[in-house]
C-alpha cells in the first residue's frame, strides 16, 4: 500500500537527491569544505528520519480516524445513511448545475 503523498514523495526525492550528491563528493582534503559535507550529510539522515517520522504518524492517524469513524457508523448506522444521502444529494446537486 502506498501511503505516500505527492508532497512526500517530492521531499523523499530530494533526499535521495542530497544523498547521492554527498556520496559522489570526494574528500577535498579542505577541512572547512569537508566539514561542511559532514554537516550537510548529517541533516539529510535528519531529514530522512523527520520524514519517516511524519508519515509513520500520518499512517497512525488515519487508520485512528477510520476506527473512529468505523465506530461510530456502527453506533449509529441510520444517521449514517442519512448523512451518506445528503452527501450525494448535495454532490448531485452541485454537479446538475455545471
Not at 24 to 43: K, M, N
Not at 49 to 73: F, K, N, W, Y
Not at 83 to 88: N, V
Request: charged fraction near 25%; charge should be negative; glycine fraction near 6%.
Amino acid at each position: 500500500m502506498n501511503t505516500n503523498t505527492p508532497f512526500a514523495d517530492r521531499l523523499r526525492h530530494m533526499v535521495d537527491e542530497a544523498e547521492s550528491l554527498l556520496a559522489s563528493a570526494a574528500q577535498t582534503g579542505d577541512d572547512r569544505i569537508d566539514a561542511v559535507r559532514d554537516r550537510l550529510a548529517a541533516q539529510v539522515r535528519d531529514m530522512r528520519a523527520q520524514l519517516q517520522q511524519l508519515e509513520d504518524d500520518a499512517l497512525h492517524q488515519a487508520r485512528r480516524a477510520a476506527r473512529s469513524a468505523d465506530q461510530a457508523i456502527h453506533s449509529h448506522p441510520y444517521g449514517a445513511m442519512g448523512a451518506a444521502a445528503a452527501l450525494g444529494l448535495l454532490v448531485g446537486f452541485l454537479a446538475a448545475r455545471r
